[in-house]
């Protein structure tokens, strides 16, 4: 039996209609396009592409950082409780 998955369903609904809109405006929106400078467009468009790349990245970097965080405070919690032992320390040179 297969199971239905709204999210997909949703996805896809969205993407159609994105696209519809799309093709939609850019039928009627050609003298508009025309009159453009395209350079400008090219910088905008790359100065905001960087732009989010490096907030999503900060973002999923602070957020590693926290989960590395609560589970060395973990461990520490655990090796102080004697739940689980420290591992052996590397022999010392002579």
Known sequence: MHRIMPEKIITGASYCTSGGLICS???GAY???HGLD????AIVSGVMFGAATYFTGLYFQRRMQKSYDASLSKYEEALKAGIITAPPSPPKEK
Request: glycine share 10%.
């Open 25 to 27: 405006g850019l039928s």
């Open 31 to 33: 003298d508009w396009f």
């Open 38 to 41: 395209w350079n400008f467009i």
